[in-house]
T-cell receptor
Framework: EAQVTQNPRYLITVTGKKLTVTCSQNMNHEYMSWYRQDPGLGLRQIYYSMNVEVTDKGDVPEGYKVSRKEKRNFPLILESPSPNQTSLYFC???FGQGDQPQHFGDGTRLSIL | RKEVEQDPGPFNVPEGATVAFNCTYSNSASQSFFWYRQDCRKEPKLLMSVYSSGNEDGRFTAQLNRASQYISLLIRDSKLSDSATYLCVVKGPLRSNTGKLIFGQGTTLQVKP
């Protein structure tokens, strides 16, 4: 089954404790992206990647890191999480350069205390 | 001014009604346009791409007006199952911010019996 898989789905953690949210897709998509969704602000792009070893900042990259060592995986890293990073996070992938329909993962709800 | 703007609603309509949403975008060189649907606490899913000539998919019609920089979504004969948030998505112009997708805040539709 074609899918985008994020883990974990839910995480409660404390300020400053490094965490990684994994994202994996099995559709051989070139394009992958991370978003956060907050009430009143909608979905905002954090980082995106157009292929292996090619990543670029979205609208709200501060406090996040990503890597794209393999085509299928695009982890999101919070080196020192802070409470303002409490949010609902989505990973997405597609063919092309973001001009094709995005396939979203189920979401990860992060709470940073 | 936000890059992509939508009226957040909510739009409360009776079953069978016709409802229209508009979305405006600020960058006249934007290339690709989409409507996504998002159910409460779920991932966004592509509803339809928006083409310059306009396109229709069953009860849904999408239109693009480049001169006025807006896209629209028309839903005819609303069903209870149409209740959701509808997200307008715009991709940046070629050779500039390639790969960057901008989401509107979303318009919430509630269809009542």
């Amino acid at each position: 089954e074609a899918q985008v898989t994020q883990n974990p789905r839910y995480l409660i953690t404390v300020t400053g404790k490094k965490l990684t949210v994994t994202c994996s897709q099995n559709m051989n998509h070139e394009y992958m992206s991370w978003y956060r969704q907050d009430p009143g602000l909608g979905l905002r792009q954090i980082y995106y990647s157009m292929n292996v070893e090619v990543t670029d900042k979205g609208d709200v990259p501060e406090g996040y890191k990503v890597s794209r060592k393999e085509k299928r995986n695009f982890p999101l890293i919070l080196e020192s999480p802070s409470p303002n990073q409490t949010s609902l996070y989505f990973c997405a992938s597609s063919f092309g350069q973001g001009d094709q329909p995005q396939h979203f993962g189920d979401g990860t709800r992060l709470s940073i205390l | 001014r936000k890059e992509v703007e939508q009226d957040p609603g909510p739009f409360n309509v009776p079953e069978g009604a016709t409802v229209a949403f508009n979305c405006t975008y600020s960058n006249s060189a934007s290339q690709s346009f989409f409507w996504y649907r998002q159910d409460c606490r779920k991932e966004p899913k592509l509803l339809m791409s928006v083409y310059s000539s306009g396109n229709e998919d069953g009860r849904f019609t999408a239109q693009l007006n480049r001169a006025s920089q807006y896209i629209s979504l028309l839903i005819r004969d609303s069903k209870l199952s149409d209740s959701a948030t509808y997200l307008c998505v715009v991709k940046g112009p070629l050779r500039s911010n390639t790969g960057k997708l901008i989401f509107g805040q979303g318009t919430t539709l509630q269809v009542k019996p």
